[in-house]
């Protein structure tokens, strides 16, 4: 059987792990406000098992997600997994009882929260464990070191294979990269909030990961006379313009937008095979501004 194609090509990692440019977030296949299960649990099993039917080898999720909940569906889709395929979690944060949002970096909840990731996934060892250090859509001023070293020490007894970090300061990554190999940032970065710009081409240049998390604006969608006009013109959206973009920017940056819809899926995978001009490129440039 010829191999499927994987939409967006692939990125190396400084530490040999080869990664789908064009992946799927789960956060999405959780209820709303993602707390509880979803409104429709045969939809979310059919995402996923298209998401992986049309080439996707690159899944983001975490078990603060419903909690529990899109690690557990991603369990019953995919299990038994494809060898290719790499599933990134997230730790550092858990849920109240009314679906807040805490920190947890001590370290029993770090440990824990590993633990619950295999244990809900059905898995032996994690491909990435990211650690969320930051608020919501920024990062917050202080060290990283603890929580990290906790995560190293995992890595060590042989839960997780390699180690990220998520809404953190350039010297945030590098404090982390002190105590061991840091494989991808995953942060706040779209056309429209370019913050990382400098972070980005740093990490490039290392064989690092950039993994932007809201690359569609998030909760309030972009929105964009120019975005619209450029799309218009190339005959598609423009939050799937948005995504092509990214994948122009930067070789290392690896999209993981999410849907709990089959449709909405295969538009943003299109987003792989538009191409842009150095025209387009330069027009779509003044967004940010």
């Given at each position: 059987m010829a191999a ?6 692939t990125?190396?990692?400084?530490e040999?792990?080869?990664?789908a440019?064009?992946?799927?977030g ?5 209820g ?13 099993l059919a ?5 992986v039917?049309?080439g996707v080898?690159?899944?983001?999720t975490?078990?603060?997600y419903?909690p ?7 369990k ?6 494809p ?8 730790v550092g944060a858990?849920r ?8 947890a970096r ?6 824990q929260?590993?633990?619950?990731n295999?244990n809900?996934?059905g898995?032996?060892a994690l491909d990435v ?6 608020g ?5 001023p202080g060290s ?14 042989g839960?997780i294979?390699?180690?990220?970090v998520s809404t953190v300061s350039?010297g ?6 002190s ?6 940032v995953q ?5 429209a ?10 990490l490039?240049?290392?064989g690092?990961a950039?993994?932007?998390?809201f690359?569609?604006?998030?909760f309030?969608p972009?929105q964009s006379e120019?975005?619209e ?5 190339l ?5 799937v313009?948005a995504l092509a973009?990214l994948?122009h ?8 937008p999410?849907?709990?819809?089959v449709?909405h899926l295969?538009?943003?995978l299109g987003?792989?095979a ?8 330069a027009?779509?440039e003044?967004?940010?501004?």
């Amino acid at each position: 059987m010829a191999a499927k194609s994987i939409p967006g090509g692939t990125f190396t990692m400084a530490e040999g792990m080869t990664i789908a440019r064009m992946g799927y977030g789960a956060m999405q296949l959780a209820g709303p406000g993602v707390f509880g299960p979803p409104p429709d649990r045969d939809a979310a099993l059919a995402v996923l098992r298209e998401a992986v039917e049309l080439g996707v080898t690159h899944i983001d999720t975490s078990d603060y997600y419903g909690p529990h909940v899109t690690n557990l569906i991603i369990k019953e889709a995919l299990r038994p997994y494809p060898d290719e395929l790499r599933i990134v979690t997230k730790v550092g944060a858990l849920r109240d009882a009314e679906g807040g949002w805490h920190p947890a970096r001590s370290r029993e909840q770090l440990r824990q929260a590993v633990h619950d990731n295999l244990n809900h996934l059905g898995l032996d060892a994690l491909d990435v464990v990211n650690l969320r250090v930051g608020g919501f859509d920024r990062p917050e001023p202080g060290s990283l070191a603890e929580p990290f070293a906790v995560l190293a020490e995992l890595q060590q007894e042989g839960l997780i294979r390699h180690l990220g970090v998520s809404t953190v300061s350039a010297g945030q990554v590098a404090e982390a990269q002190s105590i061991a190999p840091v494989v991808c940032v995953q942060n706040l970065y779209n056309i429209a909030n370019r913050a990382d710009d400098e972070l980005i081409d740093s990490l490039a240049a290392q064989g690092i990961a950039y993994v932007p998390y809201f690359p569609l604006g998030g909760f309030n969608p972009l929105q964009s006379e120019t975005l619209e006009s450029v799309a218009a013109r190339l005959n598609t959206t423009p939050l799937v313009l948005a995504l092509a973009w990214l994948l122009h920017r930067s070789p290392n940056i690896l999209l993981i937008p999410g849907t709990s819809s089959v449709s909405h899926l295969r538009e943003n995978l299109g987003a792989a095979a538009l191409t842009l001009s150095e025209e387009h490129l330069a027009e779509l440039e003044g967004i940010a501004s």
